[in-house]
């Protein structure tokens, strides 16, 4: 039946977002962590779960189709879950649809807030970068220019940035 195919493949979406959480919670850990081969690992996993939901979405808009096509209705309509749900007239049925569609939009929501925090924890991962970057090229280019060593007052000698001296 087409409207359990259809239901079948939101729960499968809901699933694979679930997994995308698991994913997010571990880039999380890896991030404050600063473990990048971790990092990158996660970030592969996040790649074919992509792959795998765009493949979920296409079955999705199939069997959605298919229902279309179960009611009577030839277009190809894109119609989202609650219109969709107003043309099924079994009271469990259109339960079981909105009821996906609830779990599904919660996941998604959870996703969203913990794909914002990683965003904000990779932007002060790069700030600290930049940071320590122009902190070093700071050094350097205050001591890239030649002076005579016996121009040098002993005040302004100083270590560097390394002290490479036991």
């Known amino acids: 039946m ?5 239901i079948d493949v939101l729960e499968q979406l809901r ?3 679930e997994q995308l959480i698991t994913l997010g ?9 600063n473990k990048v081969d971790q990092l ?3 970030m592969n996993q996040e790649s074919k779960m992509s792959r795998h939901i765009e493949q979920l979405d296409e079955r999705r808009l199939q069997a959605a189709y298919e229902f279309l096509q179960e009611r009577g209705i030839k277009s190809k309509l894109n119609l989202n879950i609650t219109e969709l749900s107003r043309l099924v007239f079994d009271v469990e049925d259109k339960q079981r649809l909105l009821q996906i569609q609830k ?13 914002e925090l990683n965003q904000q924890l990779i932007q002060q991962a790069l700030s600290y970068i930049d940071f320590s970057i122009e902190s070093m090229s700071y050094y350097a280019e205050s001591e890239a220019v030649y002076q005579r060593p016996a121009d040098k007052s002993t005040s302004t000698v100083r270590a560097g940035l390394f002290d490479t001296r036991a």
């Not at 919670?25 to 962590?33: C, D």
């Not at 779990?103 to 794909?115: C, F, G, P």
């Open 2 to 6: 087409p409207l359990d195919r259809l």
């Open 103 to 115: 779990n599904l939009a919660d996941t998604l929501v959870e996703l969203k807030k913990l794909n």
């Open 15 to 17: 699933e694979t977002h």
């Open 40 to 42: 990158i690992l996660v």
């Open 25 to 33: 919670n571990q880039k999380k850990e890896a991030l404050i962590s």
